[in-house]
């Protein structure tokens, strides 16, 4: 079955600091989600990518979906502490449930 | 983007008994989903609960411990059968209301059992 496997598992960093978290399918996918969970919550939608090399940015947040639909990554330049959390991509087809990678926690000090 | 709510937020329940966690969306979804997160973990999913038919389970989880209902599409519950200590976890419902807005989750359930 699909897999989809993400690096780092943690990372910390200094506040001001970039970081990136990278997402990596066993299959090609037809669209990647990226959701961000703080801890003690649940998980919240940061975006969608579709097309085959997309990149789209919120603020400080950068999310590119490979050439191959096969990977993804998210990059937050300048962290902050409000950027605390964990990060996982989820990969499926439209209309069935996501299959989560195993996220990467980010943590801050400032 | 759907709402729900998600109920109970936490329990604590003693070993060999049963535990109903209800999901209620505030708009008509063809399908909900079931998830566990173990502390630190990801989320796995459990089921995928259509209305009107019965929930298909993925690998490792099966009806008689994780009961579905979903009598209507705003609605359902899942049950936690006969608990064991290895049954500890949260457990998430989702719902996708569209592409541009992704899934949403409930805010989970906190179950631990002694």
């Known amino acids: 079955g699909q897999q989809v496997m993400q690096i780092p598992q943690y990372q910390h960093v200094q506040e001001g600091e970039d970081f990136t978290t990278y997402c990596n399918s066993s299959?090609?996918?037809?669209?990647i989600q990226w959701y961000k969970q703080r801890p003690g919550g649940h998980p919240v939608f940061l975006i969608q990518?579709?097309?085959?090399?997309e990149v789209k940015k919120q603020k400080r947040l950068t999310f590119q979906f490979g050439e191959a639909k096969k990977n993804s990554s998210l990059h937050i330049t300048a962290t902050q502490t409000t950027d605390v959390g964990t990060y996982f991509c989820?990969?499926?087809?439209?209309?069935?449930?996501?299959?989560f990678g195993k996220g990467t926690t980010l943590s801050v000090s400032s | 983007s759907a709402v729900i709510s998600q109920k109970p937020s936490r329990d604590i329940c003693q070993r060999g008994t049963s535990l109903t966690i209800q999901c209620q969306v505030d708009?008509?979804?063809?399908?909900m989903f079931w998830y566990r997160q173990q502390p630190g973990q990801s989320l796995t999913l459990i089921a995928t609960?259509?209305?009107?038919?019965?929930?298909?389970?993925e690998s490792g989880f099966v009806i008689d411990k994780f009961p579905i209902s979903r009598p209507n599409l705003t609605f359902s519950t899942l049950t936690v059968s006969n608990m064991s200590p290895e049954d500890s976890s949260i457990y998430l419902c989702?719902?996708?209301?569209?592409?541009?807005?992704?899934?949403?989750f409930g805010s989970g359930t906190r179950l631990t059992v002694v």
């Open positions: 989702s719902v996708g209301t569209g592409t541009s807005y992704g899934y949403t």
């Open positions: 299959t090609t996918l037809s669209n």
């Open positions: 990518l579709v097309k085959s090399g």
């Open positions: 989820a990969g499926g087809e439209a209309g069935t449930a996501l299959i």
């Open positions: 708009s008509q979804v063809t399908m």
């Open positions: 609960a259509n209305q009107g038919s019965e929930a298909t389970y």
